[in-house]
């Protein structure tokens, strides 16, 4: 006897399985008409399943003066199971935010910011007297299973006159720390995009990939720049990170017709952009790559299985027996929607990724969607 059985599930590439939970984990997959559960969730094909989703780029700590949120909202309630906190907390304040994602339903994960002080001011990068490896490295050592990897904001606003210097502070954090992950924002120069990209490779993901602004990917003419080719052959993984001022449609479509695909797709969610847009949800930001051209099995990779291979999240990202039983049912609903990036541009789309709910170890959220639409199936 299982604890739930879920019957006719809609898998990404449209085929169907039952999937069963036991403690917490996937402990069967595939037809399973004879098994018993507690609990029987029958879905007879009207609702997709998958992994639960994985936010890889939010800014969830309620308390940051700058870019806050509360989890839940932007996680189970958003039929997201784990969230990343990118950086809004350092080695001064991140004690208080492990603590507060205590009390939380999603899976709450943090890349540490190289700055102690996190993002207490938007140049947390300008005074050196902030990075403190030797403070990150007790951070990290404190919470080893809370923080997943390291944050480095490298654009003209935060580093100030200190150049590339944090990037390289940063990498030896990293090497220091058993190769943690490490996320590069990049914005406005300086410095440039080619200088930075140079310093990274394996274990690296540059954030704001498809951004708008000079400092971008493609050449003037479209074309990836050689600098980023050759740190994505070293390894170093593309991270959609939307938010308030980071994506462009235009930059996306070039890049993607081009074969230069995201490995992860994330939101940059805090409470503006997901209350005022263009945000709203990782949902919403998932739809927009649909709506551009980008298969539904490739978008639901880059929030799963590519997402927890790129942050190292054991257990997660993938439907397989013993992994943790984090899974996100949804709709593919035919709901024409036109999209807005972030430089005033827009593109229509089809169809639109509706959360219905989250399920984080076996434990079922339903999201305000899945409370209106699909509460008796559940």
Known sequence: ?????IR????????????????????ALGALEGAGAQRDIRLDGRL????GWIDSHTHCYPHSPIY??????IG????????????????DDVDAFKALTEQCQTRVHALLNISRIGLLRQNELADAADIDPALARAAIARHPDFIVGIKARMSGSVVGDNG???LRIAKQIQQDNGKLPLMVHVGNTPPDL???????????????CYNGK???????TGELRVAVRDAMRRGMKLDVGHGGASFSFEVAEQAIAAGVLPDTISSDIYCKNRIKGPVYSLAHVMSKFLAIGLPLERVIACVTSRAADALRLTGKGRLEVGADADLTLFELAHQPCLFADTEAQQRAGEYQLLPVAALVAGTLTLTQYGKSHHAFCL
């Open 1 to 5: 006897m299982y604890d739930i059985i």
């Open 8 to 27: 006719g599930a809609r898998l990404a590439g449209g085929e169907l399985t039952d999937i069963a939970i036991q403690d917490g984990k996937i402990a």
């Open 48 to 51: 997709y399943l998958s992994a």
């Open 68 to 73: 806050q949120d509360e989890p839940d909202k």
């Open 76 to 91: 189970v309630q958003a039929g997201v199971t784990t969230v990343i906190d990118a950086g809004s907390t350092g080695a």
């Open 164 to 166: 590339l210097a944090p």
């Open 194 to 208: 080619d200088e930075l990209v140079a310093l990274l490779g394996d274990g690296d993901l540059l954030t704001h």
């Open 214 to 220: 000079p400092n971008r990917i493609l050449t003037p």
